[in-house]
C-alpha cells in the first residue's frame, strides 16, 4: 500500500510563479531549481503539465516515465505518482482544471493519465502558454478560447470502436517514419491498406491532409529538438525534412503562432 500526500489546488513539488485564475482554473509556471523528489501522491484537481525546460522521471504504480521537453501530460485528479527525479532547473507549465468549469462547458474531464499524441495538443499549449506570458485586456477571452479548443480536440482524439483498424495503423507509421520521405503508394503497400481508401478517408479521421499531418510531426519533433540541441535551426529544418530553413519557420508558425526562436 503507498501512503499518498494530498496535494491541495496550486500546490506541485517545485516552486510556483506567474499563477493566473480564471473561470476557477489555475495557470502558473513551476521551477524544480534543485534536483527533486517525491513521495507518493495525487492531486485534488485535473490537471496538465506542458514541459517547457529540463527532464523528469515520474514513478506510477506500474511504470516509469521520463518526460522531456515538448511533452504534454494529463493527470486525472486522484491517480497517484511520484516524481523519482528532476532535471535541475527544469520548468513546467501547469492547467489546473476547476470541475465546475468542466461542467459548465460540458467538456471531458480527461482520458487519463497518459501523454497525449496529437502534434495539434502540443501547438494548442504554445499558445496557450504564450497567451499567458503576454497578457493584456484580452487575455481570459482568449485562454478560454483555446482551453475549449484543447479539451474539445482531445475528446474528439478517443478512438472509438467504430473507427477503422488502419487509422491507427496510419498513425503509427507516420510516426515511426516521421523523418523518412516515401509516398502514398509506399505507404499503402507496407500498411496493406488501398491509396483510394486512405486518400478518400484521411482528412475524416485525422483532420487535414496527409502532407499536413506529416508536417506537425516534423515540427512536434523539431519543438524538442530546438529545446534539447545546440543545433541550428537550418540543420533542425533539413534535419525533420523541410526544403530550407524558411520553409521550416513558415510551416512552424503556422501550427504554433510563433516562431521557433520565441
Known amino acids: 500500500m503507498y501512503l499518498r500526500e494530498y496535494y491541495t489546488k496550486g500546490k506541485y ?10 473561470e476557477g482554473n489555475l495557470l502558473n509556471v513551476t521551477c524544480y531549481e534543485d534536483c527533486l523528489d517525491s513521495d507518493w501522491h495525487y492531486h485534488e484537481n485535473s490537471f496538465f503539465t506542458f514541459v517547457l525546460d529540463g527532464r523528469c522521471l515520474e514513478n506510477r504504480k506500474h511504470s516509469t516515465h521520463e518526460w522531456k521537453p515538448g511533452d504534454v501530460l494529463f493527470y486525472e485528479k486522484g491517480v497517484i505518482h511520484k516524481n523519482c527525479y ?15 468549469w ?5 467538456v471531458l474531464n480527461g482520458p487519463g493519465n497518459q501523454v497525449l499524441g496529437p502534434a495539434d495538443i502540443k501547438f494548442l499549449f504554445i499558445q496557450l502558454y504564450r497567451e499567458f506570458s503576454n497578457q493584456d485586456s484580452t487575455s481570459q477571452a482568449s485562454l478560454n478560447s483555446i482551453l475549449l479548443h484543447i479539451m474539445g480536440h482531445k475528446s474528439h482524439e478517443i478512438i472509438s470502436s467504430k473507427t477503422p483498424s488502419w487509422v491507427c495503423k496510419i ?15 509506399e505507404m499503402s503497400v507496407i500498411i496493406n491498406i488501398h491509396p483510394i481508401t486512405i486518400s478518400k478517408n484521411f482528412a475524416r479521421y ?26 541550428t535551426l537550418t540543420d533542425i529544418a533539413f534535419t525533420c525534412g523541410f526544403a ?11 501550427f504554433t503562432g510563433t516562431v521557433p526562436l520565441q
Do not use: P, V
Open 102 to 106: 468542466l461542467e459548465k462547458y460540458d
Open 171 to 185: 498513425r503509427e507509421f507516420l510516426y515511426d517514419n516521421w523523418s523518412t520521405n516515401f509516398s502514398l503508394a
Open 86 to 100: 528532476h532535471q535541475e532547473n527544469s520548468r513546467n507549465f501547469n492547467l489546473e482544471l476547476n470541475d465546475k
Open 244 to 254: 530550407d530553413q524558411s520553409h521550416f519557420i513558415r510551416w512552424f508558425k503556422k
Open 206 to 231: 485525422f483532420g487535414c491532409t496527409l502532407g499536413e499531418y506529416i508536417r506537425k510531426i516534423r515540427i512536434e519533433k523539431a519543438i524538442n529538438m530546438i529545446r534539447t540541441t545546440e543545433m
Open 13 to 22: 513539488l517545485g516552486t510556483t510563479s506567474n499563477e493566473l485564475d480564471f
